[in-house]
């Protein structure tokens, strides 16, 4: 094994006699590493847009989510609220209504999602870091106050400095006898005290209001369409999850972040496995390189095969010797395509090479996020060697029999 791993690193390291040997196996390093460098920084911003994307959601999505599996709400008396208040690590318990309306704004009209919320969400939330306009308030005094999204203040052309003109809700009764259609919806005015810009899908929906409001214009008295569990750590979130759904009975729902956009996740992740697909049969062409060079390097050290022969080596020495040659070029460029990518990523965290917009404009990052993790590294390292063996058995098959005769 050492004879043929020395042999193999002396065919590689030498001169050849045929300078377009030499060419191939540059070519091939080089293929490989590209390829590998290409699946690391690929990878990483990925995690660095799924860490970003949880981010910007985790301003609205609490660690844990009870909802009641029949229905659209239930009182809160219908939980242990005591019992959830004492599971340790537990920082806020938000009561929340949530339910669409129509919002009104001089002329202009739009369809948002009106959430609810207790006093003690900002808290416990980053919305302070979204906002763009404004202080994030839900009461002063006697009068309440909105806190709208970026979207929708864009559709509606509304401002937080217009204390003439409120933004007016409208939502369905809730009694099914109704005389007239000005009957027919509920009502209520409200101005807004700031602007948040988290994530298009929610900037263009959500309105945070009072609870007390929320439940007042929907005929919801008393009553919540869900509750909101936010720990100190994700650990404890983890940990309490179980506990939460044994104290809460099979009536209820118990989300966590990830299943409360299940969705989106998926999506996320099957677009990257799609991604490393894609660039890995990319990377299996570039590899047809190291058999063009293996077949090149057997029939220009058909003498050694013959002296080796006839000194006593066996196929199946002769045979390591091709394959670690193949072998140390798959690992020559996937070694220098992890530095080279590990290197890109690390710059691009640290100085923001390459920007996200080129032109004007905003957005909650300036540069593409990266984040790099070991076990990308090491499913790339992993895949281009078993890529690297695969291409480097094809040639090596030639060497039987037969083939050591016509060399002798």
Not at 258 to 275: C, D, L, R, S, V
Request: charge should be neutral; proline fraction near 3%; aromatic fraction near 12%.
């Amino acid at each position: 094994m050492k004879l043929s791993f020395f042999i193999a690193k002396r065919y590689l390291i030498s001169r050849k006699s045929h300078n377009i040997i030499n060419i191939i196996s540059g070519v091939s390093v080089v293929g490989v590493m590209v390829g590998t460098m290409a699946l690391i920084v690929v990878l990483s911003v990925f995690n660095g847009i799924e860490s970003l994307v949880m981010s910007l959601f985790n301003t609205f999505d609490p660690d844990l989510r009870i909802s009641i599996k029949e229905g659209k709400s239930f009182h809160p008396a219908d939980l242990p609220v005591e019992e959830l208040k004492k599971i340790a690590g537990l920082a806020l318990y938000n009561e929340v209504l949530e339910e669409n309306a129509l919002m009104k704004y001089r002329d202009n009209q739009h369809i948002v999602r009106v959430k609810g919320i207790s006093e003690d969400f900002e808290k416990h939330s980053t919305i302070d870091s979204m906002l763009v306009e404004g202080t994030f308030k839900l009461h002063e005094g006697s009068r309440d106050y909105a806190v709208i999204g970026a979207g929708i203040a864009y559709y509606l052309n509304a401002s937080i400095h217009d204390f003439l003109n409120p933004l007016v809700l409208y939502a369905p009764r809730q009694e099914s006898s109704m005389a007239g259609l000005d009957q027919a919806f509920n009502s209520k005015s409200i101005f807004p005290s700031a602007i948040f810009a988290v994530q298009q899908d929610f900037d263009s929906r959500y309105v945070l209001v009072p609870l007390k409001f929320a439940q007042d214009l929907f005929s919801y008295p008393d009553r919540i369409s869900f509750v909101e569990l936010r720990f100190d750590n994700e650990a404890e979130a983890i940990q309490a999850k179980k506990e939460v759904q044994q104290l809460v009975g099979s009536d209820f729902l118990v989300q966590d972040r990830f299943e409360q956009q299940n969705e989106m996740y998926k999506i996320m992740k099957a677009e990257k496995w799609a991604i490393f697909m894609i660039l890995t049969f990319i990377l299996i062409i570039a590899t047809f390189n190291v058999i063009g060079s293996l077949s090149m390097l057997m029939i220009e050290k058909k003498k050694d095969v013959a002296v080796l022969s006839g000194m006593g080596a066996d196929i199946k020495m002769i045979r390591r010797i091709f394959l670690f040659e193949g072998m140390m070029i798959s690992l020559s460029g996937a070694l220098a395509g992890l530095f080279l990518g590990g290197l890109a990523c690390w710059l691009q965290q640290s100085f923001g090479l390459i920007p996200l917009q080129m032109s004007g404009g905003s957005f909650i990052v300036n540069a593409y996020p990266v984040e790099m993790q070991a076990f990308d590294f090491i499913l790339v390292f992993s895949t281009v060697l078993i890529i690297g063996y695969l291409a480097a058995s094809v040639p090596i098959r030639q060497i039987n029999k037969n083939y050591l005769k016509e060399k002798l």
